[in-house]
């Protein structure tokens, strides 16, 4: 076998998943390996000690809260009961890609209004909606975007969206934003609003698979119904509850990221690169154009710095990457600004 290319400096950094750069709270690791040694119990169908602890340290009633493997999960169940053959589910045109794809398992219709420079556009959402519209989606902060919307603006479409369409507010970046429809009283206890979460990103327990929400509780009834009873497991539910009780541990794990996150947009930024505003464990990158993109992509694959090609959505001149750690950042950042000048004097 050959050796790689720059094979002594091999960073291996999988900057495409929007991981975290982190472990888990160490509480968690250790909840989670206590219930392994109890592994030949079945899981709470109920998960009601995750439900106690996310309810106490968000004032959130019980009864509101629905977990589930990871949020993906939920939005599958979501689309699946409220949108089938001839209804239209309404998201906009740089959101989770997932919307799309569980809005097509389901034989719904996927809509996309426009954004306006990668901001949803709260105008544009409320144009697209007809009376076919069963679901909208709003991952705020966006993936890939990065980007955020006040919940002003949510609140705004919420209260011009007909009444029989529910408003899915996707937080799985919403550790990482401020003025989040979880901190919003007013969306979060409304009954035509769901508002996911996960511990896939800010607490690092993506490989654990758990997502949570907020819930109409009348809603919350229909949704479970298409959840498998059973469909979290035992380490999963015990490390999430660990990891929701230990705030302090994924609030450095946010405050670090946003650290990284500031050094690595500036350092971008010098190369002449411009990158969008990012609200996230994450950043979009505009390469100039696709023959860039895949080059400078294949590149930094080389030695081992995986990032994310955007021709999925329709961005083939975007690199989506994840925030990592500093040594990972700092050696990304070099490669980019040296890429970028090979670029340049092409
Ligand atoms: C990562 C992500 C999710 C899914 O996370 P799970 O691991 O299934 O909890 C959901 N929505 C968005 C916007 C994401 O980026």
């Not at 990871?70 to 997932?98: H, K, N, P």
């Not at 949510?154 to 401020?178: H, N, T």
């Not at 505003?277 to 081992?304: C, K, M, Q, W, Y």
């Not at 690199?319 to 600004?337: F, K, N, P, V, W």
């Amino acid at each position: 076998l050959a050796p790689p290319p720059d094979a002594d400096q091999v960073v291996q950094a999988a900057l495409d998943q929007n991981e975290s750069a982190w472990p888990p709270s160490p509480a968690a690791v250790a909840a989670a390996t206590h219930a392994v040694t109890n592994g030949h119990l079945y899981p709470d169908a109920d998960a009601n000690i995750l439900r106690a602890a996310i309810s106490s340290t968000h004032g959130i009633a019980a009864e509101r809260i629905v977990c589930s493997a990871g949020s993906m999960e939920l939005i599958s169940a979501l689309v699946c009961t409220y949108a089938g053959r001839g209804d239209e589910v309404l998201s906009s045109d740089y959101a989770y890609a997932f919307f799309r794809a569980a809005t097509a398992l389901n034989g719904a219709t996927y809509v996309a209004a426009p954004e306006r420079n990668f901001h949803v556009d709260v105008d544009a959402l409320l144009d697209a909606v007809t009376e076919k519209t069963r679901l909208v989606f709003v991952a705020n902060p966006g993936n890939p975007t990065g980007t955020h919307l006040p919940s002003r603006e949510l609140m705004r479409l919420r209260a011009a969206l007909p009444a029989d369409c529910l408003l899915v507010i996707d937080e799985a970046y919403g550790e990482f934003a401020q003025d989040t429809a979880l901190e919003n009283a007013k969306l979060g206890a409304r009954e035509d609003v769901v508002i996911l979460r996960t511990f896939s990103k800010a607490y690092g327990l993506a490989g654990l698979r758990v997502g949570w929400s907020v819930f109409p509780p009348s809603v919350a009834v229909e949704i479970r119904k298409a959840l498998n009873p059973s469909n979290l497991t035992a380490p999963g539910q015990a490390a999430a509850a660990a990891a929701v009780r230990d705030q302090a541990y994924m609030r450095n794990v946010v405050a670090e990221t946003a650290v990284q996150r500031a050094a690595f947009i500036m350092r971008l930024q010098d190369c002449g690169l411009s990158v969008s505003d990012s609200h996230t464990n994450f950043v979009l990158v505009d390469l100039g154009d696709e023959p860039s993109a895949v080059r400078i992509n294949a590149a930094l694959r080389d030695v081992g710095i995986f990032c994310r090609p955007m021709g999925l959505y329709g961005l083939p001149a975007h690199l989506r990457i994840t925030i990592g750690t500093a040594s990972a950042m700092a050696q990304t950042a070099d490669r980019l600004a040296r890429h970028v000048r090979a670029e340049e004097n092409r």
